[in-house]
């Protein structure tokens, strides 16, 4: 799996240039996650490294297929220099990890939570996982297995956490649209959801 994740790697340099940090954690039972840093004018971009090393499964599956199922990586990206955003290296790592700790298929409007905000003093504990193929394309591996999907996560509040249950993540994202939402704030507030 290196060779998978030195071309994973190869993909977020090409889109996001070269990264300027990176740390990596294990947790006991799990491969090494790797979080990345990226900076881009007043934006940094964080994300992670180790998560595609084995597909997601469905944790009511019999078997686990090591070849097919879904990959992923998370993107998380935020203005730099407001916040202590280096910060969520750790959390960024363990919602990475939680396929293989929890069982969990992350995709495409799933809602993430880490329990404690996600940099000290963030308004945030979860995310909201955003569809792929914007700012990191979606990288094709040889058949049998699924493409890499490099997936952009979205801070919400615990208000707005709440209100996407109830209402779904479409809902929620075009709240944040009609109301001119920065996402990228790392220190806003919770859209009105009345």
Known sequence: ?????????????SALGEPDARAAVTFLGTDRIEVLRFMEGDLVRYATLGMSAQSMTDPTAVVA?????????????????????????????????SPQVEGLVVAPGASLDVGDPLWPGAPFS????????????????????????????????????????VHGAA??????????????DPRRTSVALD
């Open 171 to 184: 809902a929620l994202q075009e709240r944040w649209l009609a109301r001119g939402t920065d996402l990228r």
């Open 126 to 165: 979860s995310v909201l996982v955003a569809e792929s193929g914007g700012l990191v394309e979606d990288l094709e591996l040889d058949p049998p297995m699924d493409p890499v999907r490099f997936l952009p996560l979205l801070p919400m509040t615990p208000n707005e956490a709440a209100w996407k249950r």
């Open 65 to 97: 297929d090591p070849v097919r199922g879904p990959r992923a990586e998370l993107v998380l990206t935020v203005r730099a220099g407001l916040a202590e955003t280096d910060k969520v290296l750790r959390p960024l790592a363990v919602l990475a990890a």
């Open 1 to 13: 799996m290196a060779d998978l994740l030195a071309i994973v790697e190869a993909r977020l340099r």
